[in-house]
Each structure stands twice: as structure tokens, then as C-alpha cells.
């Protein structure tokens, strides 16, 4: 992969595999967890993930937004910033469902440019940039070339489905299957294993960084609720939600969500 992002792709690489070592010393569904504000699990394998990525990842020069390090805004100065989640899927990993991942971003001027997501539980290694496409599994893939959104498969968040918030789309001529991570989601569609997967609901930058950098090397499509390309490393990373999709199915998706996008400029807590 020789482009002006191989050694962030190196690094990324490096990175993941020192994830998967931190990973084979826990077993899913067999680990304590304490629970943040707001009721999100977290574990001592968060903690080691994150010292492991920042360790491998970060070099001077450079900004860092992680959820499991306590922010430093320094970072809004920085031409380029790591957006990392080292556990997404915490929920799916206590419980032990093989819906969980470690997800890396390289942000350059608030541009997703490249990314890593890793599940060790399924063995999949999700890997690209904008200048060198996608490997999955090391392989060359790209997302959904499909243009009509029947029969097409959705990837949607397991607990946005058990609060009802999919009600809306129960009778909709697409399959919806629910699926832990959001990092991991976004990386099956990158590689095409699902044709789109959309939030309708808030999430960090850290959540969905990674997985935008996936489907846009892949070609695919991206894109905030108000209809805007994802710009990372704000102050404030709260977004109001995502929508991503093979290329072709952008305008039957978008005009599928329509009640539920925003105005432009509009984002979540600002």
C-alpha cells in the first residue's frame, strides 16, 4: 500500500495487532465491568487497549481523542489527530457476543483519512486509506454496488432496536439486523457485507471515525444528518448521528430518512 499514508497505515497495522494480543487475555463474557456516567460498561481491557494504541499509535506533532482518555483540547491544534475507541461494542464483549472491535482513525484537518477496526472475536481485520482503498481480511474489497434500497440489507444498533427507536422501518422493503458496535458496523459496510447501516441517534466521534475512513476508501457513501460530509476533531465530538451506504444506494437512503435529517450545519450539543 504505497500512498502518502503508508506509515500512518503501518502504525494502524502495528496497532491492531497489538490489540489482538492485549484481547487473547480476556474471554468475552467472562470479564468484570464498571459503569461510567450514563451507564456505559467499561473494563480493564479498555484501559489496557488504550495505553497499547496510544503507545503504538501516537507521535510528536500529533492530537489524540480516545474514550477512555480524559481529553485534551490541545488536540483542535493539531493538523492531524488519532480518534481511537479501543473497545467499541463494550456491552457485546461483557456478554460475550462477537459483535465487538477495536477502532482506529487518522484525522487530517478534520478529514477521515484512514482507519483500522479489528474483531478479534471473528477474525476480521478491516484496513485502507483514501489514497490506497480497502483490504479486508488483506484483501482488496469495496462496499454494496446495489441501487435500490428492497431487499438490502441494514445494519442497525442492537440497543437503538430494543428501545423501539427502528419501529419507523419495521415495514420497509429492506432486511434490518441488529448488530452491536457501531465501529463494526460501518466497517461491514465498508467491505460490503451489508449494504448501509444509519444512527439516528447521538454518538462520539470516536464511535464512527474509524468506520467513515473505512467506507469512504472503500468508495462508499457517508454522511452526518444534515446531509454533511463527517468533519472530526471539534471541541465538542458529540454527533447527532450517521448514515453510510454503498455509493449507488445515497439518494434512495437519504430520501428514505428524510423525516429524520436536520438542518444544515446542525450538530448535536452546539
Known amino acids: 500500500m504505497t500512498n502518502p ?24 463474557g467472562a470479564i468484570a465491568a464498571e459503569y ?19 503507545q503504538k499509535l501516537l507521535r510528536d506533532g500529533e492530537g489524540w481523542l480516545s474514550e477512555e482518555t480524559v481529553d ?6 493539531k493538523k492531524r489527530v488519532w480518534v481511537v475507541d479501543p473497545l467499541d461494542g ?45 483490504l479486508y481480511n488483506g484483501k482488496p474489497a469495496r462496499p454494496s454496488q446495489k441501487t435500490s434500497l428492497e431487499g438490502t440489507l441494514i445494519l442497525a444498533s442492537r440497543s437503538e432496536v430494543k428501545r423501539g427507536e427502528w419501529k419507523p422501518f419495521e415495514n420497509s422493503s429492506f432486511q434490518v439486523r441488529p448488530m452491536g ?35 469512504l476508501s472503500a468508495g462508499g457513501f457517508v454522511s452526518t444528518l444534515d446531509k454533511a460530509p463527517l468533519h472530526c476533531n471539534q471541541k465538542n465530538p458529540l454527533l447527532s448521528g450517521l448514515i453510510a451506504c454503498g455509493p449507488q444506494l445515497r439518494d ?17 450539543g452546539v
Open 181 to 215: 458496535s457501531v465501529a463494526y458496523k460501518l466497517a461491514c459496510v465498508s467491505a460490503g457485507l451489508a449494504d448501509a447501516t444509519f444512527t439516528l441517534t447521538p454518538k462520539n466521534e470516536w464511535d464512527v471515525a474509524a468506520g467513515t475512513a473505512l467506507v
Open 90 to 134: 463494550t456491552r457485546e464483549f461483557v456478554a460475550g457476543i462477537p459483535e465487538f472491535c477495536v477502532s482506529i482513525a487518522m484525522v487530517e484537518d478534520g478529514r477521515p483519512i484512514a482507519g483500522g477496526i479489528c474483531n478479534p472475536a471473528t477474525n476480521e481485520t478491516f484496513l485502507g486509506s483514501i489514497a490506497s482503498g480497502l
Open 36 to 54: 461510567k456516567a450514563g451507564h456505559d460498561p467499561v473494563t480493564e481491557a479498555d484501559r489496557a487497549l488504550d495505553a497499547a494504541l496510544r
Open 72 to 77: 485534551d483540547l490541545s488536540r483542535l491544534d
Open 5 to 28: 499514508y503508508s506509515d500512518i497505515l503501518e502504525r494502524i497495522q502495528s496497532a491492531m495487532e497489538a490489540a489482538r494480543t492485549i484481547f487473547s487475555r480476556y474471554t468475552a
Open 252 to 268: 434512495a437512503l437519504l430520501a428514505q430518512l428524510e423525516p429524520h435529517l436536520q438542518p444544515a450545519g446542525a450538530r448535536s
